[in-house]
């Protein structure tokens, strides 16, 4: 049986998505490590929201 080098792509399995909020003057944006960029809000709850839709997580009320 043939075995790829551990060093492979096969193995690098693709960045895990981390999302987090970013503040640019007034407004806040959620980011995440594979490149993804939320639109601009005035509300950093919201930012968190779109962070969390992005992630596929549905947000909760706490």
């Known amino acids: 049986m043939h075995q790829d080098p551990p060093d492979s792509p096969v193995h690098n399995p693709a960045p895990a998505h981390s999302t987090t ?8 944006l959620a ?6 960029s939320g639109p601009a809000r005035r509300a950093r709850d919201r930012a968190r929201t779109d962070a969390a839709e992005h992630l596929g997580t549905p947000e909760t009320d706490g």
Not at 31 to 36: E, F, I, K, Q, S
């Open 21 to 28: 909020t970013v503040e640019r003057g007034s407004f806040c």
């Open 31 to 36: 980011r995440c490590v594979c490149g993804w």
